[in-house]
């Protein structure tokens, strides 16, 4: 068997970030699969949509363009954030997208396999899928520890909270940092940190220097960023308990509202869309609702009898409109917790609500 050696362009001329140098590794890695690996186009910009890289991946003359979103620390959590991320890069870039990670593990590479999704990881593990080209490589070991993308103190877990209340409601980048603090459920100096931080970062300004005229920007950039750091930091802070329940039929009539409660997740994705029929249900809440667990039979063991999976979750923002709220949490939670779960129909699910009432909320910004 002859080998392939392809060619390959390295991104010399860019900055030296952990990004590029993922890509370059990722794809040597592909060199080392009998690929042609070239970078096209660093750093894509097509309005709004500020692409990592436009690579060549193919084998003897012949290949395909993808518009690559590189991703390190890539985890179940936020794989649904990730390929959202990149569905949306590939389709206004109009080219077919391609996942670059530092390390894809075998059961994410069986998932993506099978979702028709196309992958490269600087161990090696690849799934390219073309007409003369055909690449199925997996179970290949992490060279080095992957390390935690830096993104900003705004995006430590606390300075997430503040994030969300902002995200849900981008007018209140205005409010007193007392006012925002309680919205947000953080300590009022938390939000003195933040604001600095997301000014650095280019998410906030003051418009011609006047107070009170202080604005969000790039709000589709800032809420790819919360949906990620979220499904690694805070969300797994907020179950208060996984409960089985003996059947899930019936759960649009569970009166949550008497108990202070409000469906996150799955079931909220089906009332806000009508598309989803839920697999497990997700709750939100100061605390354990006792009159539902006690009415629905929680327990915290699966049985003959209880199979179903109910999870409780801490409501964690004090919004004003919450006493008068309707029976789902805020559509940006509801659209990261379907992300979340790297489940292939909430995560269409998640693109509907996505476009059918978040992307003109942060397009405010």
Known sequence: MSIYRGQYEKMDKLPAHPETNLLNAALDAALGLGLDAQLELAK???GAADADAVVRIGRGGKGRKYVAEVRRLLRPANLGATLHQLDWQAEVHALPGLLVADYINPDMAETLRKQGREF??????AFIQQPHVLVWATGRKPVQRAVAPQVGRAFQTTGLQVLFALLCHPEWVN??????AARAGVAHGTVGWVMPDLQRQGFVADLDGKRGTRRLFDGERLLALWTD??????RPRTLLGRYYVPALQGWQEWPLDKSGAQWGGEPAGALLTNYLTPGELTMYADKLPGPLAARYRFAKEA????KA???VRHRFWHFPEDAAAG???????VYADLLATGDARCIETAKRLYDDQIARLVRQA
């Open 229 to 234: 750091a979220y499904a690694r930091q805070l």
């Open 175 to 180: 409010l007193p940092y007392r006012e925002l």
């Open 120 to 125: 490269l990881d600087t161990a090696g593990n």
């Open 309 to 311: 999976v109910v999870e």
């Open 303 to 306: 049985d003959v009898g209880h």
């Open 44 to 46: 894509p910009k097509r």
């Open 327 to 333: 029976p789902c949490v805020p559509p940006v939670l």
